[in-house]
């Protein structure tokens, strides 16, 4: 086999947690993929990796020390953070991304991450509440708007025993991930796009919500189908029970306010893709507690959501490309033309979901835009997201 990025070259930073042992198996992959990998080892790291095993896999020395006079005469610190193509970071940890994010150089791998002249891509390894904690998000957001890209990380279960998102990607989801950040044939590189999927989630009490039956499945697929067209690529999801797409920045919210504010977080972007399936209504009041049976039916009072194709196509930073979904039992066609002149979007994707279309892996869909309206044959999800990418490709570079 033929791998795209055979005979380059990665600068692999191993953080400290227990996630550091996947690092060996990720150099394995690259150099199944000819990709040579160097090697910086942070002391809290080598607890649970040796110098000896990663040099044996590398096969290059490892370097450890900020202030080794050895490593300094064989390859200064400056030129070991230019020597790779890309900088890796994996694990990630919450010390490494918040001394990247603030401008802190105190050990060799710091350094190397402020002194590089190259792309980083980090794969964060925390625990979930330090993932989830104030100061690590404002530390992501940072490193995302100085163009640091990240894979995972992903939810399962700790080593601790928690449960959550924080556990590193796997070895070849992070191989994936190198891999498109070392494509330079990519139509839409160069290019940051907005994904939303799934449903959104409006409480009731604590153990109810008013949803719909969306699976997410067409919105991760675009998602996707654009990172592997070489496009920087934010997904903000709504619950669904999918696996994050490898090299893809995931924002996991609940309700249309929530995914609201997410995708106003990921602004600016060259295009948007909104896919998601956002409840139209919410409850006025979500209660504290759970609302218990006393003979009579609840009285909910209902309050429209924000509108948030909408909304995006009024903002300041509006996405050069604009594109909505119309989800539709009846006059599918009709309700799209509207719903684009109503909503401001440059295309509307209409679908009849009057079928398994929520839940299933196949859809039949009509591309609506100002030059009118494309009806596209019945194909895989899968296939959908790819006709569109090229698609999106074709209008941001005027290539197919």
């Known amino acids: 086999m033929v791998f795209p990025v055979r005979g380059k070259s990665i600068l692999l930073i191993i953080g400290g947690g227990i996630a550091a042992y996947k690092s060996l198996e990720l150099v394995r992959r690259l150099a199944e993929r000819g990709v040579k990998s160097r090697a ?45 193509d890309l900088v890796v970071v994996a694990p990630a940890t919450a010390d490494l991304m918040a001394k990247m994010a603030n401008g802190l150089a105190g050990d060799l791998a710091s350094t190397a991450l402020l002194a590089t002249d190259k792309p980083v891509l980090m794969a964060p390894a925390m625990n979930v509440r330090m993932w989830e904690s104030p100061s690590v998000r404002r530390n992501f957001e940072t490193l995302t708007r100085d163009g640091v890209r990240f894979v995972g990380p992903n939810d399962g279960e700790m080593a601790c025993g928690e449960f959550g998102p924080g556990r590193m990607a796997e070895p070849l989801e992070i191989v994936a991930a190198i891999e498109r950040a070392l494509s330079d044939d990519g139509p839409l590189k160069g290019v940051r796009a907005l994904v939303t999927a799934g449903p959104t989630r409006e409480p009731l009490d604590p153990v109810r919500y008013i949803a719909n039956r969306s699976s997410g499945k067409q919105g991760y697929a675009i998602a996707d189908a654009l990172a592997r067209a070489g496009a920087e690529t934010i997904l903000v ?4 029970a999918l696996a994050a797409p490898a090299g893809v920045r995931i924002m996991r919210v609940a309700t249309a306010r929530e995914m609201l504010a997410a995708c106003e977080a990921a602004l600016p972007a060259d295009v948007a893709v909104m896919t998601a399936a956002v409840a139209d209504w919410r409850p006025e009041i979500a209660l504290n507690s759970k609302i218990k049976k ?26 050069r490309l604009l594109i909505g979904f119309a989800a539709e039992t009846d006059d599918v066609v009709a309700h799209a033309l509207a ?17 398994d279309v929520m839940g299933g892996d196949r859809n039949r869909v009509h591309l609506v835009s100002a030059a009118g ?5 019945d ?14 490709a074709r209008q941001l570079r005027g290539t197919a």
Do not use: C
């Open 237 to 240: 999801s709504g619950p669904v």
């Open 294 to 319: 006393n003979g009579d039916a609840p009285d909910i009072r209902l309050v429209e959501n924000p509108d948030i194709l909408a909304q995006l196509a009024r903002h300041a930073m509006r996405p």
């Open 339 to 355: 719903k684009r002149t109503r909503k401001g979007a440059d295309w509307i994707i209409a679908n009849d979901v009057s079928g």
């Open 379 to 392: 194909m895989t999800k899968t296939d959908v997201a790819a006709r569109m990418t090229a698609r999106i």
């Open 40 to 84: 910086i080892l942070t002391r809290a790291g080598a607890e649970f990796v040796t110098p000896l095993s990663l040099a044996s896999l590398t096969g290059d020395q490892v370097y450890q020390d900020l202030f080794s006079l050895t490593d300094e005469a064989r390859m200064g610190h400056i030129e070991l953070s230019r020597s790779a």
């Open 373 to 377: 309206v494309e009806d596209w044959p």
